[in-house]
């Protein structure tokens, strides 16, 4: 009964029609590097192209321009991690409506900007809380203080209608379509994408993906139910929630093949590849579908597969700590205590007996400043292949430097790095 009742009220011909003109119907890529390495055809959906770098234009103006002027006159609220509060935005101010957006205080800066951009004088912008759910909290209660309408980001059938425009557009471009790979956060762009080619298409293979750091679809399908999960890591902020929708749950559990998660340092070097091989500039949610082939790899081999870039909201000042997190993951970058024996010329012997031909020191600094140059030093390296680690830590030892590997211990690596 619920099945039937949410296909029904998915209303995608319809949410085509509205959105015609407004959105733009992205670039369906096909990617020679990617289909020669996973053997198969892969297609980008670069909605990274879209007006406001994002998916998520689609279903808020969807939402809102349905709604009856009696609303639209008291204005509309949402929260959002950045990419929904820049399609309200827009959306507000071609409407011509006021709008109030409640954004995380770790939302980046470039994020922030562009809503505000968007919104064009039309929108309020209110930064609280850490994560989404704590500005949803805030969100909801200044929604029924002040009888406004509020557009929620995911768990609702116009919004997930409008995502599933995508799938639209896919289908249209791509009739042979055989397997689709969607970012999930709250879930929208999955149902949404997932209904319409299960409806259109029902053999096509439907695979989502999460980061590591926020598996709430996941850990839904292993309960059995949305949970709230107790914390997550916010690092791919376009789709780190704590708990799914409860209609988006339902969707995904009823029609998605497979889940899988992505480590976040993996999304990070997918992030270098695009950028360095194909001039795409993503956001880490943007990546996580091309960082998921190679979980994905027997299943789509020999496939006609699109990859949904979600996004390319990325705020360039993150690109250091995305090129760390990438470096760490690869094994190419490790912190070491390293305690420096009482004796002269310690330091001159780790730098030209201890370090390899390539191995290059990133950075250096004494723990206790009142004994530099014999007591414990924070020492970060960077290899140029992972496979000169065990050689580096085999020369430590053979020169008596005691050494704590940080890497190995993620409390002290928080602390110290």
């Known amino acids: 009964m619920m099945e039937t009742d949410t296909k ?37 959906k670069r909605e990274d192209l879209q007006l406001v770098r994002s998916y998520k ?38 409407m011509g409506i006021k709008g109030v957006i409640f954004m995380p205080e770790i939302t980046p800066k470039q994020k922030v900007k562009q809503t505000e951009m968007f919104g064009d004088g039309f ?22 203080a002040h009888e406004m309408t509020f557009i929620p980001p995911f768990d609702d059938h116009r919004i997930i209608a409008g995502q599933g425009t995508v799938g639209v557009e896919i289908l249209e471009d791509l009739p042979g379509v055989e397997a ?65 929708g409860a209609l988006t749950y339902q969707i995904c559990q009823q029609l998605l093949d497979d889940m899988q998660l992505v480590p976040e340092g993996k999304i990070c070097t997918t992030i270098l590849k ?85 191995d290059d020191i990133t950075r250096f600094e004494f723990i206790k400043k009142s004994e530099k140059e014999s007591g414990p030093a924070l020492v970060g390296i960077e290899l140029k292949d992972a496979a000169d680690y065990p050689g580096l830590k085999q020369r430590m030892e053979a020169h008596r430097f005691k050494v704590i590997d940080i890497n190995q211990d993620q409390t002290l690596f928080d602390y110290l790095v």
């Open 274 to 358: 695009l950028y360095n091989e194909d001039a795409i500039v993503v956001e880490p949610a943007g990546a996580l579908s091309v960082a998921a082939l190679d979980l994905y790899k027997d299943k789509i081999k020999g496939k006609k597969v699109v990859c949904v870039i979600s996004g390319g909201n990325n705020d360039i000042d993150r690109m250091q700590e995305i090129k760390e997190k990438s470096l760490l993951y690869e094994g190419l970058k490790h912190y070491f205590i390293v305690t420096f024996p009482q004796r002269p010329g310690a330091l001159k012997l780790f730098v030209n007996n201890v370090l390899g031909p390539h």
């Open 8 to 44: 029904n009220a998915l209303d995608f011909d319809a949410a085509y029609a509205r959105l015609k003109g407004v959105v733009k119907h992205t670039p369906l890529e096909f990617n020679q590097g990617l289909s020669n390495r996973y053997g198969c055809e892969v297609y980008l």
């Open 57 to 94: 234009l689609r279903g808020a103006y969807n939402m809102i321009s349905g709604l009856p002027q009696e609303k639209l006159v008291n204005g509309v609220v949402c929260a959002s991690a950045g990419n929904h509060a820049q399609g309200v935005a827009f959306s507000c101010r071609k």
């Open 180 to 244: 689709v790979i969607m970012p999930v956060g709250g879930g929208g762009l999955a149902s949404g994408v997932s209904t319409y080619l299960r409806q259109q298409k029902p053999d096509t293979l439907l695979l989502g993906v999460e980061p590591e750091g926020a598996p709430s679809m996941v850990e839904a399908f292993r309960q059995g139910n949305p949970v709230t999960l107790d914390k997550i890591n916010r690092f791919v902020d376009g789709a780190a929630v704590k708990r799914v």
């Open 123 to 144: 929108v309020e912008i209110v930064l609280t809380g850490d994560t989404f759910d704590d500005c949803l909290h805030e969100a909801l209660a200044y929604t029924q």
